[in-house]
Every structure is written in structure tokens, then in C-alpha cells.
């Protein structure tokens, strides 16, 4: 028999699967209206969820040198007169259509998994 702990720590292993195979999109998503560097991807995505979704700064940077060696983004950086520089991530023509599809992606499967958890109805 499963015990809490266990069933608790499973449901972890799975929201962080889920967040692992859809940070590509969130992070190209948070980027569609224009540039911004890390920090400010990380507090969109607190903000914009309401805390549901968090990423950290280790969990971050690989996705974005991923999405930039692959050229769905574009970077600049940028030295404040007083602080550290920043690099700055835009996305390219090519992340909008990699946004594009893998948004066409989530959303075939988000209507799939609504209508499989569904509750079934009586009588069918």
C-alpha cells in the first residue's frame, strides 16, 4: 500500500516532468512580447501564475542557451552605469514559429487530456 509520503512525492516527479517538457514554451511565451533577461523571465512566470509555476536560475539558463544555439532567440547584453551587465533574450523569427507550433502542441494535448478526465457521463 502507498503510503502519503510516497504519493506526495510522486505527484512532485510529475509536475516537475510536466514543467521540464514545457519549459521551451513558457520560456518563448514569456518572451513574445519582447526582450528580457533572466531574472525578469523568472519573476514573469511567478507573477503571471500566481506562484502555481516556479523555475530557478539553474533551471532557466540551460533552456535559454538550448533555445539559443538552436536560434529561437537572440541575445544582447547590456551594462547599466551602475550594476552588472545583463544579457538580455529576443525572440527570432524562428522562435515565433517554434512558439507557434509547440503552443498548436499544448493545446492539442490539453483538449485531449480535458476530454479524457472528464467526468463520463451517465448512461453512455
Do not use: N
Amino acid at each position: 500500500m502507498e503510503k502519503d509520503g510516497e504519493r506526495a512525492e510522486g505527484r512532485k516527479g510529475i509536475e516537475r516532468e510536466l514543467k521540464r517538457g514545457s519549459l521551451e514554451l513558457i520560456v518563448l511565451h514569456l518572451l513574445a512580447p519582447g526582450e528580457a533577461y533572466g531574472y525578469e523571465i523568472v519573476s514573469k512566470l511567478t507573477e503571471e501564475t500566481g506562484g502555481s509555476l516556479e523555475v530557478t536560475d539553474g533551471t532557466l539558463y540551460p533552456v535559454l542557451y538550448r533555445l539559443e544555439r538552436a536560434g529561437f532567440v537572440s541575445v544582447r547584453w547590456e551594462t547599466p552605469q551602475r550594476g552588472v551587465p545583463r544579457k538580455y533574450y529576443r525572440l527570432t523569427a524562428e522562435g515565433r514559429a517554434e512558439l507557434a507550433a509547440l503552443t498548436q502542441e499544448w493545446t492539442t494535448f490539453a483538449k485531449a487530456m480535458a476530454k479524457l478526465l472528464r467526468p463520463a457521463r451517465e448512461g453512455k
